[in-house]
C-alpha cells in the first residue's frame, strides 16, 4: 500500500491575461486616403472615424464590440481612429500533470497524466477587425479544447 501512495508528482501552469489590444482598420483593399499605401499590408491601413463608444457591457462571440461605433471617413481623408484603442478577450488557462514514479532497478519508471485547458474554458482569438468585411467585431475561432495524454516513460 505504500508504494502505491509514494512517489507521486504533481505539477501545472496557471495562465491569466487580460485581452490583448488591436487597432480598426479599414480592409486592405480600400484606399479611402488615396495614398496608394492602402495595399501594403496590415500597419498601412486606412483607419476609420470613430463616432461611439466601442466597448460593449456584454461582448459575446457574434458582436465583441460595437461596430456602430466606426464609419468610414470621407473620401482622401484619414480616419480618427488610433492604434489599439479595443481589447480582445482575455485568455484563461491551466495545465496539469500528475505523475507517478516507479521503482524499477536502477531506474525509475514514470507514468505521466496530462491535462492541458483541464477545465475546458473557450479563450476566444482575436475579433475580424476591418471595417467593410461581412464579419466585422465578430470572433471566428478559438483556442484548443481540453487535450489529455498519458505518457510513460524510463528514467536512468
Keep these: 500500500m505504500g508504494a502505491l501512495l509514494s512517489d507521486w508528482q504533481v505539477s501545472g501552469i496557471v495562465t491569466l491575461q ?14 479611402n486616403s488615396n495614398t496608394g499605401r492602402a495595399n501594403l499590408g496590415f500597419g498601412n491601413n486606412d483607419r476609420p472615424n470613430v463616432v461611439g463608444d466601442p466597448a460593449l457591457g456584454d461582448p459575446s462571440a457574434d458582436r465583441w ?3 456602430g461605433a466606426f464609419v ?3 473620401f482622401g ?11 480582445g478577450p482575455g485568455y484563461q488557462n491551466v495545465n496539469l500533470a500528475v505523475m507517478k514514479h516507479v521503482p524499477l532497478g536502477g531506474s ?23 471595417l467593410g468585411s461581412p464579419t466585422f467585431g465578430q470572433i471566428l475561432s478559438a ?4 487535450r489529455v495524454q498519458l505518457g510513460a516513460k524510463v528514467l536512468f
Design 108 to 130: 525509475k519508471l514514470q507514468f505521466r497524466l496530462e491535462a492541458f485547458n483541464l477545465f475546458n474554458r473557450t479563450n476566444f482569438n482575436q475579433p475580424d477587425n476591418f
Design 72 to 74: 468610414f471617413p470621407a
Design 18 to 31: 487580460s485581452g490583448r489590444p488591436f487597432t480598426v482598420a479599414l480592409l486592405q483593399e480600400i484606399d
Design 143 to 146: 483556442q484548443s479544447p481540453r
Design 65 to 67: 464590440f460595437d461596430t
Design 77 to 87: 481623408t484619414f480616419g480618427s481612429s488610433g492604434r489599439n484603442t479595443v481589447d
